[in-house]
T-cell receptor
Framework: QKEVEQNSGPLSVPEGAIASLNCTYS??????FFWYRQYSGKSPELIMSIYSNGDKEDGRFTAQLNKASQYVSLLIRDSQPSDSATYLCAVNSAGNTPLVFGKGTRLSVIA | GAVVSQHPSWVICKSGTSVKIECRSL??????MFWYRQFPKQSLMLMATSNEGSKATYEQGVEKDKFLINHASLTLSTLTVTSAHPEDSSFYIC???????????FGPGTRLTVT
């Protein structure tokens, strides 16, 4: 059974701080890793993808991947109240198999 | 960025009727599309995987005769909820996987209410 684990939260951070979201996965052969943001009542939105070990930065977002530890993280710098949402970690093993999603971490950025 | 559209965005229907939901990838091709359902405050639940030109693969517990999926082209998949009942009321979301990047993008969802 392929699993993706996330802390459900809520994770509360003050405005302007760094929010750190973590995710672990069970399938060692996983190749593709994604972070989605989902606002309440809306569909998920892809915000980051990462495929190789190390860091990948896009604006205020940095994804980090450590395949040896089976660990993916998302850092959000200068957090804003508009970042308050549920963040979903998703992992793909190979080809056209469905993504395996974590249950999501609810982030609350306090103004 | 990649855009996936869904139509309709919301629909109300009477019990026993059928509803068709369309999912289109607007600026990329998708050999594979996915259909999800999400109840309030719950996680996404994968219903089926749809491959262009072949039969959909349904997840355990999802009735294939009730949720008919057709993936007629590289940019269009449809989900038909047949003989809908109030318990089918939910938020249905499609997702399309870009052939080139393997990134997966979600449509805005369809909110179905069966009365």
């Amino acid at each position: 059974q392929k699993e993706v684990e996330q802390n459900s939260g809520p994770l509360s951070v003050p405005e302007g701080a760094i929010a750190s979201l973590n995710c672990t996965y069970s399938d060692r052969v996983s190749q593709s890793f994604f972070w989605y943001r989902q606002y309440s009542g809306k569909s998920p939105e892809l915000i980051m993808s990462i495929y190789s070990n190390g860091d990948k930065e896009d604006g205020r977002f940095t994804a980090q991947l450590n395949k040896a530890s089976q660990y993916v993280s998302l850092l959000i710098r200068d957090s804003q109240p508009s970042d308050s949402a549920t963040y979903l970690c998703a992992v793909n093993s190979a080809g056209n198999t469905p993504l395996v999603f974590g249950k999501g971490t609810r982030l609350s950025v306090i103004a | 960025g990649a855009v996936v559209s869904q139509h309709p965005s919301w629909v109300i229907c009477k019990s026993g009727t059928s509803v068709k939901i369309e999912c289109r990838s607007l600026d990329f091709q998708a050999t594979t599309m996915f259909w999800y359902r999400q109840f309030p405050k719950q996680s996404l639940m994968l219903m089926a995987t749809s491959n262009e030109g072949s039969k959909a693969t349904y997840e355990q517990g999802v009735e294939k005769d009730k949720f008919l999926i057709n993936h007629a082209s590289l940019t269009l998949s449809t989900l038909t909820v047949t003989s809908a009942h109030p318990e089918d009321s939910s938020f249905y979301i499609c997702s399309a996987r870009d052939i080139g990047s393997y990134e997966q993008y979600f449509g805005p969802g369809t909110r179905l209410t069966v009365t």
